[in-house]
Each structure stands twice: as C-alpha cells, then as structure tokens.
C-alpha cells in the first residue's frame, strides 16, 4: 500500500523567509503532484512532476522530485501572506492522476 | 486551461433525503472523472473513478448503493448520495484529467450538510 507522508503538517512562518515543505513516499513512482487548497475551497494544480530530478518553479516556489529517494520538497522562498494555504502532495503510482495517494497536506501560515 | 464545474456548491438536507451533484467538463472531453470525499482538516480520499458509458470503480470501504455515480456523457458525471445521514457531511470534490492523465483539474467542490 502507498502511503505519503508530508512534514512539517502545521507551518508558521514569518513574511520574507525561506522554507521547505517535504513529502515521502513509500513505493516507486514518477509522478507526483503539488497542489494548493484554500479554506473552503476545491484544489488548485501547482506542479506536475513526471522524472526523477524534475525541478519546476513557480514565482516563490519551487518543486523537486528525486525518485530514488522518493521525495519531494516544495520550497518557499520570501513568503508573503497571499502563499497561506494548505499544501498538499499527491504520488501517482499507476500513470493515473486521478488515482493518487495524497498526502495528509502542510497547513501553512504566512505572518507579517 | 480545462475547466471543470461543480454544482452546487453547498447543500444542506434533511436525513433520509437523497442528493445529487453534477460535475462537468466545460471545455474538454472526460472519459474519466474522479470523485474525492475530504472531512474537515483531513486529506482527499478517492472514493471512486467515474468511467463514461460504464460502471464506476469504488474504492475499497465505500458503498455503491449509497454513492451512485453516473457518467452518462462525456462531459458530465453526477455523484448521488442516498438517504443521506448525518455521518455523510463532508466536503465532496470531482476533477477530470486531461492530457494522457498528467494533469488534474478539480471542481469547487460541494459542502453537503446533514441535518
């Protein structure tokens, strides 16, 4: 059974600094995902990640995926309040998006 | 980009009643859609695909008979909660890949309220 685990599950972080956000998972997979949920709102895709080394980068993020590690970090650099969210990671194990094992998410909270 | 509608957005029903949400694929074609139920401050859980023109697949631990899906065209798939009770409160969210199953993109997702 896959299983994903992310860490830190809570994260309170200061405006302007830098922090890295993990996900683990337990079998091989080249597909992971990053995705972005707002309170009381539906899942927004941030990065696809589909080999091992991928690397994507969207203004204060970054996301990587090292699959002989099975990892994968979202780092956050200079955060600003608008990046508070609930952070999720999902791992595709079957070329299936829509099947994947989520992770338990990283609430983060961008304080000024 | 793809998008994908949910309806309605909250609902809150009597127990024993039955609901039905509607998810559609504006501008793409789905052959499968998924279908997730999330508790409060909890993760998605998969709860079954949504296959056009056939039987959805249930994941393990959930009732067909209690969650009916139908995917009758290729852009919509409606999930139907029977007699609902109090314990089936939660957020429901559908999505749709799109692109050789790279790529989700979600619905708003529905806050179904038992009373």
């Known amino acids: 059974e896959l299983k994903v685990e992310q860490n830190p599950l809570f994260l309170s972080m200061q405006e302007g600094k830098n922090y890295t956000i993990y996900c683990n998972y337990s079998?091989?997979?080249?597909?992971l995902y990053w995705y972005r949920q707002d309170p009381g709102k539906s899942l927004e895709s941030l990065f696809v990640?589909?080999?091992?080394?991928a690397v994507k980068q969207e203004g204060r993020l970054m996301a990587s995926l090292d699959t002989k590690a099975r990892l994968s970090t979202l780092h956050i650099t200079a955060a600003v309040h608008d990046l508070s969210a609930t952070y999720f990671c999902a791992v595709d194990p079957n070329t299936n998006a829509g099947k994947s094992t989520f992770g338990d998410g990283t609430t983060l909270t961008v304080k000024p | 980009g793809a998008v994908v509608s949910q309806h309605p957005s909250r609902v809150i029903c009597k127990s024993g009643t039955s609901v039905k949400i509607e998810c559609r694929s504006l501008d793409f074609q789905a052959t499968t859609m998924f279908w997730y139920r999330q508790f409060p401050k909890q993760s998605l859980m998969l709860m079954a695909t949504?296959?056009?023109?056939?039987?959805?697949?249930?994941e393990q631990g959930v009732e067909k008979d209690k969650f009916l899906i139908n995917h009758a065209s290729l852009t919509l798939s409606t999930l139907t909660v029977t007699s609902a009770h109090p314990e089936d409160s939660s957020f429901y969210i559908c999505s749709a890949s799109w692109g050789n199953n790279e790529k989700l993109f979600f619905g708003s997702g529905t806050q179904l309220s038992v009373l």
């Open positions: 079998t091989t997979s080249d597909r």
């Open positions: 949504s296959n056009e023109g056939s039987k959805a697949t249930y």
């Open positions: 990640l589909l080999s091992n080394g």
